[in-house]
Structure formats: structure tokens, C-alpha cells
């Protein structure tokens, strides 16, 4: 089945620097790729997503980039604010095991 | 938000115990999910169902039973649970069946679980 890696665990970066946080995938096959935020005690709310077809995309401050060759994605936060603190998890839907296999999340903390 | 609801919200329970989560969904869509989101792991796929079928992880123990009277409800029956079954239950939906997996889910809030 899928396997997906995200790194790193946990990021700590200035208020205004700039974020990436990394995954990787194992199904050639995966074509959709969505990334979700989780603030503490709420629930993950998808802030992107990207399909295989396109290797780019952007929404104001965030942009998600897939490399299909080298099978992995990240997600790109520009001009970090506090209120981007939260944990942010990435997937993969194979569409031979026909679910969403998501990476182990990513703990972003944006000092002031 | 109200699109995607769960009830109850904390839940404790012992080993003997029978308990059920309740999900519901208020946007009209084809398919919901269940999570288990336990620290420091992923969010791992319990069951899916859709209009064409219901799609099982087969990693999930019995001691969990999920139910789907129609395509706004979605239940998950728990019984002789253990601690270390103690975790965040999420909901989710989205537009499609499984020919739609792609389409955005959508999380309920989620049932904090845990098994004494």
C-alpha cells in the first residue's frame, strides 16, 4: 500500500520567515495530494491541494509544489504569522488502495 | 461549523463496556469516513462508505463495528475495548463515493475516547 513520510516533525521559525515541510510518497500511481491544518483541540481543515497533473499551486501565502519523478510534495508558507501555528499533515490518495494515506504531521510554531 | 458534527465529544469508558460515536452530516455528501488520530501517528483510515460500497482497513480490530443507516449518518460501535484503543476519533465526509476520494473531506470535531 501507501506509504507517505512527512518532515520534519516539528518547525520553529520568526514571525515573517518562510516554512517548507516536506513529504514523500511510495505509489507511482497517487494523483491527488492534499495538505491540512490542524489548530490544537480543533479539527484538520484542508488549506490546499494539488493533483498530479499540475506542479505547482498557490493560494495567497501558501504553495505546494509535487515532483512526480522523485514522488514527493511539499508546502511552502510565506510571510509566517502566529496565527499560522498549528500542525500540518499531508496526503496521498492511491487509487489502488482507494483511500487518503496521511504523513505523521508537522508542528509549525511561529515565534513573534 | 455545523457541516460535519459528532457526538459525544469526550466519552470514557472501561474494558467492558458497549459505547457508540455518532456522526453527521449536514452537506449533502455521498461518502464519510472514520479516523483514529492517536499522538504522534497519522491519521490512520478506519472504514468508507459510500453509495456503491463500504470499505473496511483490515488492520481494524472487530471490537469495532461501524454502521451507515443512510448517507447522512455514520456510527461506530465499540465493545470490549482496550487503552490502547484510548484516542480522537474523526469523522469525515466528502462529495463523491469512492470514484470521488479526491474530492475535499470534511472533519467533525472529533470524539476524545479513552479506555480505562
Known amino acids: 500500500g501507501e506509504n507517505v513520510e512527512q518532515h520534519p516533525s516539528t518547525l520553529s521559525v520568526q514571525e515573517g520567515d518562510s516554512a517548507v515541510i516536506k513529504c514523500t510518497y511510495s505509489?507511482?500511481?497517487?494523483?491527488?495530494f492534499p495538505w491540512y491544518k490542524q489548530e490544537l483541540g480543533k479539527r484538520p481543515q484542508l488549506i490546499i491541494d494539488i493533483r498530479s497533473n499540475v506542479g505547482e499551486k498557490k493560494d495567497q501565502r501558501i504553495a505546494v509544489t509535487l515532483n512526480k519523478t522523485a514522488k514527493h510534495f511539499s508546502l511552502h508558507i510565506t510571510e509566517t504569522q502566529p496565527e499560522d501555528s498549528a500542525v500540518y499533515f499531508c496526503a496521498a490518495y492511491s487509487g489502488s488502495a482507494r483511500q487518503l494515506t496521511f504523513g505523521s504531521g508537522t508542528q509549525l510554531t511561529v515565534l513573534p | 461549523e455545523t457541516g460535519v458534527t459528532q457526538t459525544p465529544r469526550h466519552l470514557v469508558m472501561g474494558m467492558t463496556n458497549k459505547k457508540s460515536l455518532k456522526c453527521e452530516q449536514h452537506?449533502?455528501?455521498?461518502?464519510m469516513y472514520w479516523y483514529k488520530q492517536s499522538a504522534k501517528k497519522p491519521l490512520e483510515l478506519m472504514f468508507v462508505?459510500?453509495?456503491?460500497?463500504?470499505?473496511e482497513n483490515n488492520s481494524v480490530p472487530s471490537r469495532f463495528s461501524p454502521e451507515c443507516p443512510n448517507s447522512s449518518h455514520l456510527f461506530l460501535h465499540l465493545h470490549t475495548l482496550q487503552p490502547e484503543d484510548s484516542a480522537l476519533y474523526l469523522c469525515?465526509?466528502?462529495?463523491?463515493?469512492?470514484?470521488?476520494?479526491?474530492?475535499?473531506?470534511?472533519f467533525g470535531p472529533g470524539t476524545r475516547l479513552t479506555v480505562l
Open positions: 505509489d507511482s500511481a497517487s494523483n491527488y
Open positions: 469525515a465526509s466528502s462529495q463523491g463515493g469512492l470514484a470521488g476520494a479526491t474530492d475535499t473531506q470534511y
Open positions: 462508505y459510500s453509495l456503491e460500497e463500504r470499505v
Open positions: 452537506l449533502g455528501h455521498n461518502a
